[in-house]
């Protein structure tokens, strides 16, 4: 079996920097050749400079292979064969209802990306999918808790897979960045893998012998594993109108029967930010007096009295946080707002200048993992930061990578 892959939203190539162990040395990408990236997709709806694919394009060396067009026009046929397919998603509202059109059956609300990833498993059948979601997907959406997981579970069982997941805090196993994402490998019935995880236990397999157990070590204090029906009602738009399910942390689906349990990371030791940072930054990195007050406001304790658009009156209340962020500390999650004047950017003490500034974007690059400047490639800083907010901390994927290599070299 080849170790082909296909990228979907691909950003400026989380995934394959990690999964490929990529560098960056005078400019040029060096990239082992562990998988070959046969086909990437990424698009940024509604905006006019593309300057995601731009990087990723560049740093790949502007193959045809990477492609700038909405998925939704994509010919799902035309993507080359390929043995894993990743990327990484946004959380929507996956909910389904009939269409209009009665023998067209049911559909996904248009736009949303999760029903472009179900197309192409239904159209190209890939042996394995390595995705990843914002830890809240698995509660999503608040008023019916579960639903949006729960269809994405359904869908990969009527496709014919097997599915693992968990939910992974980056900094607990030893790098950079607090930043918890809910990572998702499934696998088609007919591949050896999936035949060997029938076998499995569900505590096996989330403890010593699943995909991500092997990668980053857990421990289950209480051993109480759930059991969740998703494959009834058999209408998927009853099923989308009614489930509902308690998701826990780890999980494990086969043959349509999912397990579902609380596990705690054998946690490593973690990269400090101290370990980040750049040394002789340049001085527009340095807090000026009108932000470093609006920055004491943002970061402190508030109560504000608004008034919703129907009249109510209400109290919006903000706790306090720490003037600056510990040296000593992984970084906090990475927000698309980083870098500019906002309550969830990283301020610090220089260990230099003993002054407090702003992460630089090399810093933010190191937080997930990049190689320094891999976003250095024309486009404005703020899109630099804002990039980096959008992307993950490589390592993760570079561990789970390891084992989906394994497990490639493993099949018939």
């Given at each position: 079996?080849?170790?082909?892959?296909?990228?979907?939203?691909?950003?400026?190539?989380?995934?394959?920097?990690?999964?490929n162990?990529?560098?960056?040395?005078?400019?040029?990408?060096?990239?082992?050749?562990t998988f070959?990236?046969?086909?990437?997709?990424?698009?940024?709806?509604?905006?006019?400079?593309?300057?995601?694919?731009?990087?990723?394009?560049?740093?790949?060396?502007?193959?045809?292979?990477?492609?700038?067009?909405?998925?939704?026009k994509?010919?799902?046929?035309?993507i080359?064969?390929?043995?894993?397919?990743?990327?990484?998603?946004?959380?929507?509202?996956?909910?389904?209802a009939?269409?209009?059109?009665?023998?067209?059956?049911?559909?996904?609300?248009k736009?949303?990306?999760?029903?472009?990833?179900?197309?192409?498993?239904k159209?190209?059948?890939?042996?394995?999918?390595?995705?990843?979601?914002?830890d809240?997907?698995?509660?999503?959406?608040?008023?019916?808790?579960?639903?949006?997981?729960?269809?994405m579970l359904?869908?990969?069982?009527?496709?014919?897979?097997?599915?693992?997941?968990?939910?992974?805090?980056?900094?607990?196993?030893?790098?950079?960045?607090?930043?918890?994402?809910?990572?998702?490998?499934?696998?088609?019935k007919n591949?050896?893998?999936?035949?060997d995880?029938?076998?499995?236990?569900p505590?096996?397999?989330?403890?010593?012998?699943?995909i991500?157990?092997?990668?980053?070590?857990?421990?289950?204090?209480?051993?109480?594993?759930?059991?969740?029906?998703?494959?009834?009602?058999?209408?998927m738009?009853?099923?989308?109108?009614?489930?509902?399910?308690d998701?826990?942390?780890?999980?494990?689906?086969?043959?349509?029967?999912?397990?579902t349990?609380?596990?705690?990371?054998?946690?490593?030791?973690?990269?400090?930010?101290?370990?980040?940072?750049e040394?002789?930054?340049?001085e527009?990195?340095?807090?000026?007096?009108?932000?470093?007050?609006?920055?004491?406001?943002?970061?402190?304790?508030?109560?504000?009295e608004r008034?919703?658009?129907d009249?109510?009156?209400y109290?919006?209340?903000?706790?306090?946080?720490?003037?600056?962020?510990?040296?000593?500390?992984?970084?906090?999650?990475?927000?698309?707002?980083?870098?500019?004047i906002?309550?969830?950017t990283?301020?610090?003490?220089?260990?230099?200048?003993?002054?407090?500034?702003?992460?630089?974007?090399?810093?933010?690059?190191?937080l997930?993992?990049f190689?320094?400047g891999?976003?250095?490639t024309?486009?404005?800083?703020?899109m630099?930061?804002?990039?980096?907010?959008?992307?993950?901390?490589?390592?993760?994927?570079k561990?789970?990578?390891?084992?989906?290599?394994?497990?490639?070299?493993?099949?018939?």
């Open positions: 079996m080849d170790k082909t892959v296909a990228e979907l939203f691909a950003g400026v190539g989380g995934f394959r920097v990690g999964m162990n990529v560098t960056l040395k005078n400019g040029q990408t060096h990239e082992s050749a070959k990236f046969v086909w990437s997709n990424q698009w940024e709806p509604g905006a006019k400079n593309q300057y995601a694919f731009d990087c990723y394009n560049k740093r790949f060396n502007g193959g045809s292979e990477n492609t700038n067009i909405d998925i939704a994509v010919d799902k046929t035309t080359p064969d390929h043995t894993v397919l990743c990327g990484g998603f946004p959380c929507q509202d996956y909910s389904v009939r269409s209009l059109s009665q023998e067209k059956g049911i559909e996904g609300k736009g949303v990306l999760w029903w472009e990833i179900n197309s192409i498993l159209a190209k059948k890939p042996p394995f999918v390595f995705l990843e979601n914002v809240r997907l698995l509660k999503s959406p608040h008023k019916q808790i579960g639903r949006d997981f729960g269809i359904r869908c990969f069982y009527e496709q014919g897979y097997g599915v693992e997941w968990r939910v992974i805090n980056a900094a607990e196993y030893g790098f950079t960045q607090r930043r918890r994402r809910t990572f998702i490998f499934a696998f088609r591949t050896k893998f999936f035949a995880e029938l076998q499995k236990s505590k096996d397999v989330f403890l010593k012998d699943g991500f157990a092997r990668a980053f070590k857990v421990k289950n204090k209480d051993n109480i594993i759930s059991e969740i029906e998703i494959k009834k009602p058999k209408d738009v009853e099923f989308s109108d009614s489930f509902k399910a998701f826990k942390n780890s999980g494990f689906m086969i043959d349509g029967v999912v397990y349990t609380k596990t705690f990371p054998v946690a490593e030791s973690p990269i400090t930010l101290r370990q980040m940072v040394e002789n930054v340049d527009h990195y340095y807090l000026d007096s009108y932000a470093r007050e609006k920055f004491i406001y943002l970061r402190g304790r508030k109560k504000i008034t919703s658009k009249g109510h009156k109290f919006y209340s903000e706790g306090s946080m720490s003037s600056v962020d510990s040296l000593d500390l992984p970084g906090r999650t990475m927000l698309t707002s980083e870098g500019s906002n309550r969830s990283h301020i610090i003490v220089d260990p230099q200048t003993n002054r407090e500034r702003i992460l630089t974007p090399v810093e933010c690059e190191r997930n993992m190689p320094d891999w976003t250095d024309g486009m404005p800083e703020k630099r930061y804002f990039i980096m907010g959008n992307a993950l901390v490589c390592g993760i994927i561990r789970v990578g390891r084992q989906i290599s394994k497990i490639i070299d493993q099949e018939a």
